[in-house]
Structure formats: structure tokens, C-alpha cells
């Protein structure tokens, strides 16, 4: 990834708060705690054809909600699609593990539609380690705190900094170091029920599947949005 696009949570966030307000205000990214009927939403999954995509996608399916799964492309019909269901009025979350470009275009997609994000996370990933920015909003409260915990359980090395959208408290730093027996592919694994969790009484610990002993390297961007 290059340094232009390093860290889309700064980018797309910290040059302006409003930036992830989607348009609309801080406060209905930041304040609006999630509808009752949150649990009960759709969930919509994007990912890569990639190695991500298998361990993502099973951690999410894991998390037991409404589950549809779409691919990612970056032609125009795609574009117009997801532009269209983001405008729509079916209450529903897109969550998603992406390379940062196919990110990059999501998120700024959900801008202009209006939407609201409660998480964004940059994680950088190579032979028994990772690396994990996260900015999240008070909708994913605890989020991190649970993500530290199966980092550390999949036995990898990582660092972990979460970042809240209001800058208090300090960012929340985190840390383990790489143990034998450690299973690479897990911490994708870890973010596909996480997210898919968000807003449901799913217990926070993901399970450990085939998938999390395939190597999963390279740069990704994972996020929740609520439409």
C-alpha cells in the first residue's frame, strides 16, 4: 500500500471529522446509539477474491446473522449497484475485508449516501505477525478489547491500536507476542465475527476453523456500515 493511501481511517476520517459523519453530522455517526432492531438487519459481507476471503467469511457465518455475500468489483455496473442499495431504504450493515483501494471506494460510497460507520480498521499482515489500527465508534464499544483477546488466543504476534472518533480516551495500545503452534489466518477469521456480531447477542469469542491455518498476508481494510 502506498503512503497516499496508508491508513484510510486517517484519510477519510481525521482530516475531517465529518468525514465519516457520511455527510451528515458528527453526532449521527458518532452519538446515535444502534436501532432496537439492529440485531435483526441483514447483513451484507464484501470481499476480495483473495486469501482473506475465505477465513473473513467464515468467522462471519459463524456469527449466525442474516448473511449475503457479494464480491467486490470496481467497474461502473458494481459502483451503481452498491450506490444504489446504500441510498435504499432497507435497514441493513455492510461489512467488509478489502484491499485499501476497493475500501477506500466503499467507504467514500457510504459518505454520499449517507450512512453510518462504526468501524474502520487498517491491519497489515506477514509470516507470524500483524499489525492493527482501529477507529471505531461507541456503537462498537469494546470491540478492540475482544479483538486483542483472539489475537493473542491465535497464538501470532500483533499489535493492536484502537483510536475512538470523538480522540477520548487516549488511543488503547495492545500487544502479544508470537507463541508456538500459532494459527495464521485466524485474525481474519477473528474480524468476520466480530463484525458480524456487532448489534447481536453472539458471544464474542470466534471459533477456530480450517480456514485460520491458511497464511493470510498483505494489507486489508475491514469496516461496518449501518444503512
Known amino acids: ?15 475531517g471529522m465529518a468525514g465519516l459523519a457520511m455527510g451528515r453530522s458528527v453526532r449521527a455517526l458518532a452519538g446515535t446509539p444502534a436501532a432496537p432492531a439492529a440485531a435483526a438487519r441483514p447483513v451484507l459481507a464484501l470481499v476480495n477474491p483473495d486469501a482473506a476471503e475465505s477465513g473473513f467469511l467464515h468467522g462471519a457465518m459463524a456469527a449466525g446473522p442474516r448473511l449475503r455475500v457479494q464480491r467486490v468489483g470496481r467497474d461502473l455496473g458494481f459502483m451503481l449497484d452498491l450506490e444504489h442499495l446504500l441510498r435504499s431504504s432497507e435497514p441493513m450493515r455492510v461489512i467488509g475485508l478489502l484491499d485499501d483501494a476497493s475500501a477506500t471506494l466503499v467507504v467514500d460510497l457510504a459518505r454520499s449516501a449517507g450512512a453510518r460507520v462504526q468501524w474502520l480498521g487498517q491491519h497489515t499482515a506477514k509470516a507470524g505477525f500483524t499489525r492493527h489500527r482501529v477507529l471505531n465508534t461507541d456503537m462498537a464499544e469494546g470491540c ?13 504476534g500483533f499489535s493492536l491500536t484502537e483510536e475512538r472518533l470523538n480522540g477520548t480516551p487516549a488511543p488503547r495500545q495492545l500487544a502479544g507476542a508470537a507463541r508456538m503452534g500459532s494459527r495464521s489466518g485466524q485474525w481474519a477469521v477473528s474480524i468476520g465475527y466480530l463484525l ?31 444503512v
Do not use: W
Not at 484510510?8 to 482530516?15: E, G
Not at 453472539?202 to 493470510?216: G, R
Open 1 to 15: 500500500m502506498n503512503e497516499n493511501r496508508r491508513f484510510v481511517l486517517k484519510s477519510m476520517a481525521l482530516s
Open 144 to 156: 478492540a478489547r475482544h479483538l486483542g483477546r483472539q489475537l493473542h488466543r491465535c497464538g501470532g
Open 196 to 226: 458480524a456480531s456487532l448489534g447481536t447477542r453472539a458471544a464474542m469469542t470466534a471459533p477456530l476453523t480450517p480456514a485460520a491455518n491458511t497464511p493470510v498476508t498483505g494489507s486489508f481494510v475491514s469496516f461496518s456500515i449501518e
